[in-house]
């Protein structure tokens, strides 16, 4: 593997070296998250590098989460995914991508994860590669595009309730980590919302809301 690894306790993630857990592309889901428990995991990591107060070297781990998708609309499951990722990532990407399957514009879908989340990074990504599910020559020019969006910063964990989660993780050397894939926590798809709004109110932000219905 390249680029800097750290060697680091994680609360809440019950798997271990021994466990082959520093191959990039290692899958974990909430079936491994057990509350307090913790084991030691090789972790790609961006290093702050300064000095205290005293004038000794410090080296401050960055533990850094990607995730991507249209937001068309941004719904509860989307915030349960980055709500997950604030707890367990010191920094957040969301890449949001330019899409034909909503009337809404990419700024606007932007702007409501900026509104609800102000710490996370969002990425407006136009001009992304097309094609369709499970064609590994579209992944491979999606996993190039995130690439140089990306611009070398190394990323810890790919977050996802997707099958794209493995080969992007795998792309981007990191951990694939799977988020209520099984939509038992919020049983929701942005498909359904935008295929009847008012039916499922109760999943979208009162901003997301007023935003499809004008």
């Known amino acids: ?23 990039p592309g290692r899958r974990i889901d909430d079936r491994h998250v057990v509350g307090i428990s913790c084991q030691f995991y090789l972790w790609p990591v961006q290093l702050d590098e300064g000095r205290d107060a005293g004038g ?7 533990k850094t989460g990607l995730t991507l998708g249209k937001y068309a609309p941004f719904h509860k499951g989307h915030e349960y995914v980055l709500e ?58 999606e996993e190039q595009f995130i690439s140089g969006l990306l611009d070398g910063k190394k990323i810890t964990a790919f977050y996802s309730s997707e099958y794209y989660g493995e080969h992007m993780s795998k792309a981007l050397g990191c951990i694939d980590r799977r ?16 295929e009847d709004p008012n039916k499922y109110r109760e999943y979208i932000s009162d901003m997301v809301y007023w935003d499809i219905m004008i």
Do not use: F
């Open 1 to 23: 593997m390249g680029g800097i690894y750290n060697l680091e306790c994680l609360v809440g993630y019950n798997v271990g070296v021994s466990d082959g857990c520093g191959e």
């Open 56 to 62: 000794r070297k410090r080296c401050h781990v960055i």
């Open 84 to 141: 997950t990722m604030l707890k367990e990532m010191d920094e957040v990407i969301v890449v949001i991508y330019d899409t034909d399957v909503t009337p809404i514009p990419l700024q606007t879908r932007a702007g409501w994860i900026r509104k609800i989340y102000p710490s996370v990074i969002v990425i407006e990504a136009r001009g992304g590669p097309d094609g369709v599910p499970h064609d590994r020559e579209y992944e491979i020019r």
């Open 179 to 194: 988020v209520d894939e099984a939509r038992e926590v919020v049983p929701i798809s942005a498909r359904l919302i935008r």
